[in-house]
């Protein structure tokens, strides 16, 4: 575990680390009992998910200002919203996935881990359409390619808001094709920080995109569009 919290510290200096890591334990144990009858993650071994799903999902926590409201599109078994919010307590955070048993779990775990969020269980369009720019961030980790992740996520923040995608190594070509997505739903990327992970665990892109304009209000689109015919 010491070489855990070193990893941890080398990337995130600022973290108490007496107090965020045996709520990262909890959340370790409870994802993989859970995992024994739902799957929520091919990635099972203690080292690995501490540094690919725990470690990974902190790397955006310096883009974050303080009490922000946050939002997680497609969170699936908390990825990043959960581990933002066990580093970053003042966070409000929201998690939104379409799949219930995955809420489940959420709901349990918040139990364990006595830390306050809410979760949805809703495609992102429907829950966009009650939640228009509402939020100061939005972040997404996993989920679908960078055009469609702007068209379910650019709605939901306020002008002025970021949204953070979570992205592999191999980004160019998206961020092409996500060209007129940005230009039609209001956002313009700000950065884009690279991350070796440690334990060479591979590499990590974070996209930084700022809302400068309102979206439009026939975005996100329904049945399934952003997916099947992406802008």
Not at 70 to 80: S, Y
Request: net charge positive.
């Amino acid at each position: 575990m010491d070489k855990l919290k070193e990893n941890f510290k080398n990337f995130i200096p600022t973290i108490n680390f007496d107090e965020v890591f045996p709520k990262f334990e909890i959340y370790f144990n409870e994802l993989i009992k859970y995992n024994k009858h739902t799957n929520l993650t091919a990635i099972t071994e203690k080292k690995e998910v501490f540094i690919k799903h725990f470690l990974d999902s902190c790397l955006s926590v310096k883009y974050i200002k303080p009490n922000s409201s946050v939002v997680d599109i497609g969170t699936g078994a908390g990825f990043p919203g959960i581990p933002l919010k066990i580093v970053r307590n003042d966070i409000n955070l929201y998690l939104v996935d379409s799949l219930n048993k995955r809420i489940t779990f959420l709901n349990e775990l918040q139990k364990m881990l006595n830390i306050e969020y809410t979760t949805y269980h809703a495609r992102a369009e429907d829950f966009c359409k009650i939640n228009r720019e509402c939020f100061d961030v939005c972040v997404s980790r996993a989920v679908a390619k960078l055009n469609t992740l702007i068209e379910y996520c650019l709605p939901l923040i306020k002008v002025g808001g970021i949204f953070i995608a979570y992205k592999g190594n191999n980004i160019k070509e998206e961020i092409t094709q996500a060209k007129k997505a940005l230009n039609i739903l209001g956002g313009e990327i700000i950065n884009i920080e690279k991350f070796d992970l440690p334990e060479n665990m591979g590499l990590r892109n974070l996209i930084i995109i700022k809302k400068i304009k309102n979206t439009p209000n026939k975005y996100p689109r329904g049945k399934n569009l952003p997916k099947k015919t992406p802008l």
